[in-house]
Structure formats: C-alpha cells, structure tokens
C-alpha cells in the first residue's frame, strides 16, 4: 500500500502537470493564430505594394 504522503505527492504533480500542459497548449494555440493573422495581414499590404510598384 502507499502512504498518504505518496499519495498527496503524486497527486500534487499530476495537478501541476496537467495545469502546465493545458496552459502550454493554450499558450501554442494562441500564438499560432496570432502568427497566421499577422501573416494574413502582411501578405494582402505586400500584394498591395508589389501591385503599385508594378503599375509604375
């Protein structure tokens, strides 16, 4: 059998973990979407440019 003191340190580092993990993912996912809008953005003011360099 495990004692307490086992018990309550294994369940302190499963909650830490899976409070790391979720906060991680999170942190990924956002700065993912905040990546690929700013890109979005950057393209269309390049397309626009490179059209009026063109057109000179």
């Known amino acids: 059998m495990k004692s307490i003191r086992t018990k309550i340190t294994l369940s302190l580092i499963l909650t830490v ?4 993990v ?3 993912a999170s ?3 956002l700065n993912y979407h905040n990546t690929v809008n ?8 390049t ?8 057109g000179v």
């Not at 700013?38 to 003011?45: A, C, D, I, L, Y």
């Not at 397309?47 to 063109?54: D, E, K, R």
């Open 17 to 20: 973990l899976i409070g790391l």
């Open 22 to 24: 979720a906060s991680g």
């Open 27 to 29: 942190s990924i996912l």
């Open 38 to 45: 700013t890109v979005e953005k950057m393209m269309s003011q």
């Open 47 to 54: 397309a626009v440019l490179a059209a009026g360099v063109g």
